[in-house]
């Protein structure tokens, strides 16, 4: 373990405080020296707070799902939230139904697609006792055991952003929701809301305002595409979930909420776990219509939602949810689809899907090899790019493909 990385556990301890012995309980045998955090958490298992009020199910890969409004619990022992004992007008203690479900359909989605874990924090309180999607004052209306809930459902979304910086440099977040307005679409809230996004994509470009208060701020900011294309363009997440068959709003198909719809444009969450203030974990709200809540539906929705998160997250920000074997097939396809448009020749796309396919073939057997293949198909994806025959963004993006695949890898060997 690495200066850095200890530094980084001791604060985490730190900052999580009670949360940690309850969940030592359960994994670390006595007298354990201090662990890193892939040791503490094995992705896919469940993990609980004080009270069990507060679920975490750690991961492996890049992403993040949080759902709190999602609880049922009313516990005696704290008194129900009032919006006079609160004191606020963002005041609400309506619940989303089977936001719970969603959370664990999706998790169930990416585990049989790829094998791999994303991240997912449940709150199990009801609003009407904690509302984790708001400042600790009004969340927790004073109220010590609800206090401690909500900085646990933090802390959880702190300690799996933690291991996906570390892990892979960048990640993606997610707060679910439903909503019961009568459009039936996703309502997508990057911080932005229905009077900005009816800006014409020119005022929501030449404005540096909108961009810097959005929940992906970061990645926009250090993004080839404009502003308004990564909102609603053509390999915007909306677009992409209404060519799945899920209209959603903003997207080239639906680019705003019309004057008087009722529309969530995001929370605390995504304020605070988004990247509207930094750091390389960005992300949004997605407020979910009631006809998609139903508890049959959820598979289908959950298996949609990988496929599209799976394209645009590498699309728009090269963040890979994939197990390292179909990484390696997506870099593969990559370099058919530049030999197929003459961007590369067909002699060195052979060579360069040969060190794929050992690689490939590697995986299972030995992941050192696997890996030493990759490095040499990085270095001859660089010896193409200075001898001019690869341009130098495709060069990087299969390199930074590559590396993606690597870091995978040892994602995936770290959680076992
Ligand atoms: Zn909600």
């Given at each position: 373990m690495n200066k850095h990385r200890t530094k980084r556990l001791a604060s985490a301890i730190v900052a999580l405080g009670a949360l940690l012995v309850t969940t030592a309980a359960v994994s670390a045998p006595a007298g354990a020296q201090p662990r890193t955090a892939s040791d503490d958490f094995n992705p896919g298992e469940s993990y609980f707070g004080t009270n069990d009020y507060i679920e975490y199910l750690p991961g492996n890969l890049p992403v993040v799902f949080a759902a709190p409004h999602a609880g049922s619990l009313e516990p005696s022992s704290i008194p129900a939230r009032t919006r006079e004992t609160c004191g606020s007008d963002d005041f609400a203690t309506v619940n989303d139904d089977n936001t719970e479900q969603l959370a664990r359909e999706i998790q169930s989605a990416f585990y049989e697609r790829t094998g791999m874990y994303p991240h997912v924090v449940i709150n199990h309180l009801s609003r009407n006792r904690?509302?984790?999607?708001?400042?600790i004052g009004v969340a927790a209306c004073g109220n010590a055991e609800a206090e401690q809930a909500w900085t646990e459902f933090h802390g959880f979304i702190d300690t799996a952003k933690d291991q996906i910086e570390e892990s892979y440099g960048k990640g993606w977040f997610t707060d679910l929701h439903g909503h019961g307005h009568a459009v039936q679409r996703l309502e997508l809230g990057y911080g932005l809301n229905a009077a900005a996004l009816r800006l014409s994509d020119d005022e929501l470009n030449r404005d540096p305002s909108h961009e810097s208060s959005a929940s992906f701020r970061v990645f926009s900011e250090g993004s080839p595409l404009s502003f308004a294309d990564l909102l609603r363009g053509s390999t915007a997440l909306g677009t992409l979930f209404e060519e799945a068959g899920y209209p959603a709003t903003?997207?080239?198909?639906?680019?705003a909420p019309a004057e008087g719809e009722p529309f969530f444009s995001g929370g605390y969450n995504t304020r605070v776990h988004g990247c509207m203030n930094g750091g390389q974990i960005c992300g949004l709200q997605i407020e979910h219509n009631r006809s998609i809540r139903d508890l049959e539906d959820l598979p289908d929705y959950a298996n949609a939602l990988y496929d599209v998160y799976s394209e645009y997250l590498l699309t728009n920000f090269g963040i890979l949810v994939q197990s390292p074997a179909q990484g390696l097939d997506t870099l593969a396809a990559d370099v058919a689809g530049l030999v197929q448009r003459g961007e590369l020749s067909g002699k060195h796309g052979t060579a360069l899907t040969a060190k794929l396919n050992s690689a490939k073939r590697q995986l299972e057997r030995d992941e050192r090899s696997a890996q030493k293949m990759i490095r040499a198909f990085v270095r001859h994806v660089g010896a193409l790019s200075r001898s001019g025959d690869v341009s130098a963004t495709d060069a990087e993006r299969l390199t930074a493909l590559a590396r993606r695949v690597v870091q995978t890898m040892h994602a995936q060997v770290e959680a076992r």
């Open positions: 904690l509302d984790a999607n708001r400042p903003p997207s080239q198909q639906d680019p």
